[in-house]
């Protein structure tokens, strides 16, 4: 159930007293008591009867406890050391109210034997030192304030760790309960005798003169709402002047009008003098202004706001009730913005409570509120009672302007303004001017238009560039507006004085008024078709805003023809405006629509060489960029800027297309043009706006986007560091802008692998975002979706999985056709292929292919990178021709249109990686040398890409043979691999390779030293356990032996051999250091190991399914050597012969058996000299053919014992 | 809550870098922290999951957090460590029970207050109170009825009685979990039961 069930049955219902009696019962229950009516003393006949009825169903469920037991010296509510305690000079009496920040209870101060109330503060012993301090220092400032309305603080201390502030004892009621007094009132009498409030003493009356008389002490005293009532009743004809537009004073409740209007002046004054000595409330509301019994008005709880804090407010429910009241500066965490002009705020809030009796600010919905807090203008108080007086509903409007210059500049201003007020003088709070209003409009929908493109930067960088502009335009409009406005007075004044006048400057007069008039046509028709719809009132939710805006739009498009058939200026504006809407929907066709009709209407009536075409042209090309047509964005770009740069060179314009070329730069991939782009667009905006303006900002970050694409990650982070922060001091944290650039930082953080740090700041980012926009919006959608990529990065799979799924699930029901989607859909396949889930990971990029086929078309880049993604999960799934077509089939339409961008890279990656897994090195070097050949067009000399595709290039080259490429490449990357992957897979690769060439050269001692670097470089990234740490570590052996250091060489491979035999049964690196170590072994005579392992190779061979494999002859040769058999050794050998392949290899293995059988020959049949001489001779036929076939003799038997010791006695020429 | 003042000691301490007081802490809430969770484990996650690692992965992950929270604070103890919990239970729940199909806004309603489940745990223990075996007879028509009873209490009171009198939740705890302020929790408790009062008394049944 949600939250406005409860509410609205409670609201309902409201019995507070009897509901805590029943509390409480439940809790001595609890404690295992028996009840005793008596002790609830005072008891109303009717609530005793009531509760003696509900006991029994109390009892029975009192009765579940079986954990609860009884403690001697324990009462509801109150800590131990409390009950009937003392608290330093204090004397505890009883509870007088609990709330957020605490329970009241009414004590006696003994030394001074007076009344006091205390304040016990919560969980004081464990506030942070800071905020405590502070809250100390605040706490006694606000005791040194002596004031006739303000709650003498007596003292602030801590005893036995319990924090407390004592202060005057008010026995009375807060303006909170007289609203609600009130509140049921109106709802229980008719509205022709509603009374004065019941609470307030009986009204007497006083001297009218005295009204004038405030801020005094002896003034103080009659200030009761019932008194100044009294004063200002309609049958004081003295006291009730008429004013133009004010004859609702002679309604019935005026006098609880003025009642208010004097009391919260009084409160006015205290506040302001309280500012004066510095001291802020920060938390007025009615439930801290106080009525004392003699009806005087007190201002309690100065000091204590500090003890809260934001990070509260996000949990506790019980503080919306102080959220209420709280000014947008406060609530939106922009703490250090707050004034003693949010106090101002706070009060005007409560005036419009206290006049209407209804909150300014209802919702129940603590994320509701808060968005409305920032956003939303209340309803002005007339339209809830238009009987009040129209001069209140200005001051309370300028109170609580949302905007802090707005408001009245000093609480003593809005005292003097209610005082202006109560004696009938003109007040100085005014309505507001269109310049306001047309501001306003768009502070109302700066929240949605920003919000889109503050992700988008993340995922999508070219939003970034228009995220301010439909507030430029509106500002534009606003201004253009306002000049109307003073031109049309202008013209007035000189109608005037017509005879004087000449002519042409009527004429201007004239056409500034029919501008005046267009501007304000189209204002109203935003005001009358779009945003009267898109009003949140009526509408549950907190999408009600987005939802009602476009559903306002959909059914304003029509009309938009009629309205403004003669008019084709204003329709082009509406236009553009419609097309930005629709483009931050997700709807780039429709948008893309919008913008071609209001270009086509420029042309028509404007020419082609006007400013506004220009402009529309430039929209235009964004348009067509988001719609995914770079071709035509690219023309109308080009074709704009061919005029605007050299008719227009210092137009606003120009810059704003220039920045618009290297954002399709950037999408396209092109980031070094886009990055000279944007280094022009600054230098230019940073001198003609100031390093400090927004836009200059937003092209700063733009850059730094670049710049870190093009691997300039500190640079870019600086950049962006120093854009956070000023985005933070101008706008605050929780604003758009502010998110903007923070989205920006983390991104480039997650590339530098200050991946904590990037989490943070997404995690910090979700928070304000669900916080001010709501779970589902689509800001707070893509922010999930970049927080999952992080964490996925840090393989936080599960949560990352739990944060996507959600997300995408809700994209694509609300945003079905919004980028977003698509981006979280392709992140989610990534993240379950990431994960191992290959065959999910397959069907939801299907998925994503068959959406963007519909909403992208087959051509259009995005489709095609997802494509090149599912082609990666079958060659994940060992699909490698199904994937090599499908990188063929995609690299030829990437090629074709988009030969620079990113996806064309990856797909040349992934083509070359599916060949090498198929051993096709030579097929894999094509792909691999043309992205080498674009890395090193778009990405600086020490880019990881750049270095990455250097070795496998080296790799590939070294497969086929041509070992003076690879070693060029990788002896060019090297040092840099060695700066800066340590610990590196690149650094184990190059390494390992560069040793296999210098063992190639026979520059052995090199080579054992590069594969210890690259074992060290395995080892640190992959364990001392993975295959190809182990695999590096077999190779160092042997190039141990080769370089002839037998015993080391045992001493590598005897280190694998466990870790192989354990965890790689089956891998080939394990055949091949048992192939190895036999022959070190046999090498070294160390007999009984050969022979163990000779057995566990056979077995290893067979089991292989390598029965009649060269190996297993040999082997088994070398057994019936070992065992001195002959005849077998004979027949395994001429059986391998009679089936020998065609092949160097296998004749040198033929050659290996035939000289065991001499060495055999030799020692059975020591007198057979004839059999050793024919054993020699079948030794070199064999060696003879190979070396036909081209074999290295030298290099094919350097690990065949046999053969070594052979050629020790034949040495070859 | 018994202890409940030691509790602000406690984090005080904890504060203070007191080790032993985050064990404590915590150590004290473990029991609770399981009736929470066999209150709500679903039955089909129950047999495939054990409700005393979610308790566990709870107590750990709040051993970490604890400090951090301790400093911030004004936001009850108890509440705070059962969310954690109630976290852990949730993304249990969706591991076990098809999470793709679910939206968030579903999710919540998987382990929720709704479940049957809780309702069965409850009447169970009305249940288990009498021992005698005419006595039980008696009490297994009066849990027939109790859990009919409260089948029908509007899924908001029934939430409150089931945080109230199985969790043991202390009023402010629960204004801390429904996030509702105290007023309103009091009167939606006193509501609650004068609810199923009337309930049990249409019913039939007398429990004096």
């Not at chain 1, 509140?183 to 006083?206: K, M, N, Q, V, W």
């Not at chain 1, 629709?582 to 060489?609: C, D, I, M, P, S």
């Not at chain 2, 009498?130 to 029934?158: A, D, F, V």
Request: proline share 4%; hydrophobic share 40%; charged share 25%.
């Amino acid at each position: 159930m949600n939250d406005h069930d409860y509410r609205s049955l409670i609201s309902a219902d409201v019995d507070e007293t009897f509901d805590q009696l029943v509390c409480r019962v439940s809790a001595e229950l609890e404690l295992g008591r028996e009840i005793d009516l008596a002790d609830f003393q005072p008891l109303s006949p009717q609530h005793a009867t009531r509760l003696l009825e509900l006991l029994p169903t109390l009892k029975e469920m009192a009765r579940l406890r079986p954990h609860s037991l009884p403690t001697a010296s324990k009462r509801w509510g109150v800590p131990d050391e409390m009950v009937n305690g003392v608290l330093g000079d204090f004397r505890i009496q009883r509870e007088v109210g609990r709330g957020g920040m605490g329970v009241v209870y009414e004590a006696e101060q003994i030394s001074l034997s007076r009344r006091v109330a205390i304040k016990i503060l919560p969980l004081a012993g464990v506030l942070d030192p800071r905020r405590m301090q502070r809250f100390q220092n605040e706490a006694r400032a606000a005791a040194s304030l002596h004031h006739a309305h303000i709650v003498p603080v007596f003292s602030v201390g801590c005893e036995r760790g319990v924090h407390f502030y004592a202060m005057q004892f008010i026995d009375g009621q807060s303006l909170e309960k007289v609203v609600q007094a009130r509140r049921r009132d109106r709802t229980r009498t008719t509205a022709a005798e509603i009374p004065i409030d019941r609470l307030s003493p009986a009204p007497t009356r006083s001297n009218p003169a005295r009204i004038s008389n405030t801020n005094t002490n002896e003034s103080s005293y009659d200030l009761s709402p019932g008194v100044t009532a009294s004063r200002q009743t309609p049958a004081d004809p003295m006291t009730v002047p008429m004013a133009k537009g004010s004859t609702e004073r002679s309604k019935p409740n005026s006098s609880w009008t003025f009642a208010v209007a004097e009391t919260i002046g009084n409160v006015a004054d205290a506040l302001h003098h309280a500012h004066q000595a510095g001291v802020i409330h920060r938390d007025i509301k009615p439930a801290n202004l106080m009525f004392d019994a003699g009806g005087k008005i007190w201002v309690t709880d100065f000091g204590l706001a500090h003890i809260e804090s934001n990070d509260t407010l996000t949990v506790s429910g019980d503080l919306l009730g102080t959220l209420r009241y709280m000014s947008p500066e406060q609530a939106g965490g922009q703490g250090y913005l707050v004034d003693y002009r949010s106090d101002i705020y706070s009060l005007g809030v409560t005036l419009y409570e206290l006049l209407t009796l209804e909150p300014a600010f209802s919702s129940r919905d603590r994320k509701q509120l808060l968005h409305d807090i920032l956003h939303r203008q209340p309803p002005p108080i007339r339209k809830l009672d238009p009987t009040l007086p129209v001069e209140l509903e200005l001051i309370v409007a300028k109170a609580m302007a949302k905007e802090v210059a707005e408001r009245y500049s000093s609480a003593l201003e809005l005292a003097a303004d209610l005082r202006r007020f109560l004696k009938n003088e003109p007040i100085l709070a005014r309505q507001p001017s269109y310049l306001q209003r047309g501001l306003k409009w768009c502070q109302r929908h700066i929240a949605l238009v920003t919000v889109v493109s503050a992700t988008a930067v993340g995922l999508c960088l070219a939003a970034a560039g228009t995220s301010v502009w439909l507030w430029n335009q509106a500002a534009q409009l606003s201004v253009a507006v306002e000049e109307a406005e003073q031109s049309k007075r202008a013209a007035e004044t000189m109608q005037e004085r017509a005879e004087l006048a000449r002519e042409q400057e009527v004429q201007a007069g004239q056409r500034a008024v029919k501008r005046a008039a267009e501007v304000k046509a189209l204002l109203d028709f935003l005001e009358e078709n779009i945003l009267a719809a898109s009003r949140p009132e009526g509408l549950e939710g907190g999408q009600g805003r987005e939802i009602s805006l476009r559903a306002a739009i959909d059914q304003a498009l029509p009309f938009i023809d009629q309205k403004f058939r003669n008019q084709p200026e204003i329709e082009i504006d509406l236009r553009r405006v419609l097309g930005v809407s629709y483009k931050h929907l997700g709807e780039y066709e429709t948008a893309r629509e919008q913008f071609r009709l209001a270009y086509e209407l420029a042309l028509k009536h404007l020419g082609v060489a006007h400013i506004t075409t220009l402009g529309s042209l430039v929209n235009l090309g964004i348009a067509e960029k988001d719609y995914g047509d770079f071709a035509a964005a690219e023309q109308a770009f080009e074709g704009a800027w061919d005029r605007l740069h050299r008719e227009f060179p210092k137009h606003p314009y120009t810059e704003n297309c220039l920045d618009c070329r290297a954002g399709l730069d950037l999408v396209q991939g092109k980031h070094a043009q886009a990055a000279e782009k944007y280094e022009t667009v600054l230098a230019n905006r940073r001198e003609r706006l100031g390093i400090d303006h927004a836009k200059t900002r937003s092209t700063q970050m733009n850059l730094a986007m670049v710049y870190d694409d093009l691997g300039r990650h500190h640079e870019a982070e600086a950049m962006l560091q120093q854009v956070v922060a000023a985005q933070n001091k101008e706008f605050g944290s929780g604003h758009p802008e502010t998110w903007l650039a923070l989205s920006a930082l983390a991104s480039v953080e997650a590339k530098l692998q200050k991946l904590e740090s990037a989490t943070k700041i997404r995690r910090q980012l979700l928070q304000e975002q669900q916080a001010i926009l709501g779970d589902d919006h689509i800001g707070t959608l893509g922010t999930r979706v970049n927080l999952a990529m992080v964490l996925e990065d840090q393989r936080q799979f599960s949560e990352a999985e739990i944060l996507l799924a959600s997300a995408v699930s809700v994209l694509k029901e609300k945003y079905s056709k919004h980028k977003f989607t698509l981006t979280g859909m392709n992140a989610l396949a990534g993240l379950l292929k990431a994960k191992g889930a290959l065959e999910e990971a397959t069907n939801v990029y299907q998925e994503t292919l068959t959406l963007s086929n519909d909403l992208r078309g087959p051509e259009h880049v995005f489709t095609l990178g997802v494509q090149v993604n599912l082609a990666n999960c079958w060659l994940e799934a060992g699909q490698s021709q199904h994937a090599i077509s499908a990188y063929r089939q995609v690299l030829r339409k990437l090629q074709a249109n988009y030969p620079d961008h990113e996806f064309t890279r990856v797909a040349l990656l992934s083509l070359s990686q599916a060949h090498m897994g198929l051993g096709q090195y030579l097929a894999a070097i094509k792909p691999l040398k043309e992205l080498l050949d674009k890395h090193r067009d778009f990405l600086p000399d020490q880019h990881p890409k750049l270095i990455e595709s250097q070795v496998r290039l080296a790799n590939c080259y070294l497969m086929i043979g041509n070992m003076d490429a690879a070693q060029t490449l990788l002896m060019a990357v090297l040092p840099t691999l060695r700066r800066d992957y340590r610990e590196h897979e690149l650094l184990g690769i190059a390494a390992g390779d560069l040793a296999s060439i210098y063992l190639d050269q026979q520059q052995n001692d090199m080579a054992v030293e590069l594969f210890s670097e690259a074992y060290q470089a395995r080892l640190g990234e992959l364990g001392p356990s993975h295959a190809s740490t182990l695999g590096v570590l077999v190779n160092w052996g042997v190039a141990e032996w080769i370089r002839g250091d037998l015993n080391s060489a045992a001493k590598r491979m005897e280190q694998a051999l466990p870790e192989l035999r354990k965890n790689h049964p089956l891998h080939p690196f394990y055949g091949v250091c048992l192939k190895q170590l036999v022959a070190v072994f046999e090498e070294l005579e160390r007999a009984k190991e050969e022979t163990e392992l000779l057995q566990e190779f056979e077995q290893w061979l067979v089991k292989q399914g390598g029965a009649s494999d060269p190996q297993t002859f040999r082997v088994r040769v070398r057994q019936a050597q070992r065992r001195g058999d002959w005849e077998h050794a004979k027949k395994l050998v001429e059986d391998f012969e009679s089936q020998v392949s065609e092949d160097p290899s296998d004749y040198c293995v033929a050659a290996g058996m035939r000289a065991r059988l001499a060495e055999m020959a030799a020692v059975l049949r020591s007198t057979d000299h004839a059999l050793v001489a024919i054993e020699h001779q079948r030794v070199q036929n064999w060696l003879r053919q190979a070396e036909n076939l081209g074999a290295e003799i030298a290099s094919e038997c350097q690990f065949d014992p046999a053969l070594r010791r052979y050629f020790l006695q034949n040495p070859r020429p | 809550m018994p202890q409940q003042d030691n509790t602000e000691q406690l984090l005080s301490l904890v504060v203070a870098g007191d080790q032993s007081a985050v064990n404590q802490l915590l150590d004290r809430h473990r029991a609770k922290l399981r009736r929470m969770i066999d209150v709500y484990l679903d039955p089909r996650v129950a047999v495939r999951a054990d409700g005393s690692d979610v308790v566990q992965e709870a107590l750990a992950e709040a051993a970490v957090k604890l400090p951090a929270f301790a400093r911030q604070g004004n936001f009850p103890f108890y509440p705070w460590l059962r969310q954690l919990a109630w976290d852990r239970l949730v993304q249990l729940h969706r591991r076990h029970i098809g999470a793709a199909k679910r939206t968030v806004k579903r999710e919540q309603a998987v382990v929720g207050f709704d479940s049957d489940h809780s309702l069965l745990q409850l009447a169970e223990w009305i249940a288990a109170k009498e021992s005698s075996p005419s006595q039980q007879r008696i009490r297994e028509e009066r849990r027939h009825e109790l859990m009919i009873s409260l089948q029908t209490l509007p899924e908001h009171y029934r939430q409150v009685v089931v945080l109230r009198h199985l969790e043991e939740l202390q009023f402010h705890e629960i204004a801390a979990v429904l996030q509702l302020g105290m007023e309103a929790v009091r009167s939606l408790y006193r509501r609650a039961i004068e609810r199923l009062h009337s309930l049990l008394k249409t019913r039939g049944i007398d429990l004096t």
